[in-house]
């Protein structure tokens, strides 16, 4: 079963505009991962934030966290033609005792579309 | 840079025949994760090994989907009989340790005719 919510299910921009996804889930997570795929292929790691943090960058991405509202965001600055692709938030929820189990339950993915 | 090897990258079979796909993980990563991705979807569990023990196979339709994992480095899916619904993307994964990030393979796309 999915627990994350994806919004939008798909965006579309021009090269130089910010793209920003947002994830929902349900359960107290652990930490909340996102990743990319391209076309037919495999997911490639992006970031991991954990549940006791806020904020965390890297490169062009920022990605938010607030556990209050069960929610996250990612934003790519900059945007350019190669960031085409499908971006999934996935949450590793906790387990017995406050442990990682490290099952990631992945959300339905946003398809973004970045013209040249 | 090291990758997690997968193959076949295509399989074409004929419901109720056998297929097999295999994963090599990353060199040293103790946790492997089979995936299914239907199209237009997130990809969903399968299967978890630490080591060689299976540590979370509760969406795994046992009834005709195995895995295993014998000495803890390299795994293998097999379905039998393959059903018309088992058309997919199975991706493998591993990772260092529960609660890290995963590393994916290409998958193996699936077609049952």
């Known amino acids: 079963s999915q627990q994350g919510e994806e919004d939008p299910q798909a965006l579309s921009i021009q090269e130089g505009e910010n793209a920003t996804m947002n994830c929902s889930y349900k359960?107290?997570?652990?930490?909340l991962q996102w990743y990319r795929q391209n076309s037919g292929r495999g997911l490639v790691h992006l970031i991991l934030?954990?549940?006791?943090?806020r904020e965390k960058h890297s490169g062009r991405l920022r990605v938010t966290l607030d556990t209050s509202k069960k929610s996250s965001s990612l934003l790519i600055t900059a945007s350019r033609a190669a960031d085409t692709a499908s971006y999934f938030c996935?949450?590793?929820?906790?387990?017995?005792?406050?442990?990682?189990?490290?099952?990631?339950?992945f959300g339905q993915g946003t398809i973004l579309t970045v013209h040249p | 840079e090291a990758e997690v090897a997968q193959s076949p990258r295509y399989k074409i079979t004929e419901k109720s025949q056998a297929v097999a796909f295999w994963c090599d993980p990353i060199?040293?990563?103790?946790?492997l994760y089979w995936y299914r991705q239907i199209l237009g979807q997130g990809p969903e569990l399968l299967v978890q090994?630490?080591?060689?023990?299976?540590?979370?196979d509760s969406q795994l339709p046992k009834d005709r989907f195995s895995a295993e994992r014998l000495k803890g480095v390299d795994s293998t899916l097999k379905i039998q009989p393959a059903e018309l619904g088992d058309s997919a993307m199975y991706l493998c994964?591993?990772?260092?340790?529960?609660?890290?990030?995963?590393?994916f393979g290409p998958g193996t796309r699936l077609t049952v005719t």
């Open positions: 934030i954990r549940s006791n943090e």
């Open positions: 994964a591993s990772s260092s340790d529960r609660g890290y990030e995963q590393y």
């Open positions: 359960t107290s997570i652990n930490n």
């Open positions: 060199s040293g990563h103790a946790t």
């Open positions: 996935a949450t590793d929820a906790v387990g017995s005792g406050g442990t990682s189990y490290g099952k990631l339950t």
């Open positions: 090994f630490q080591d060689e023990s299976v540590v979370d």
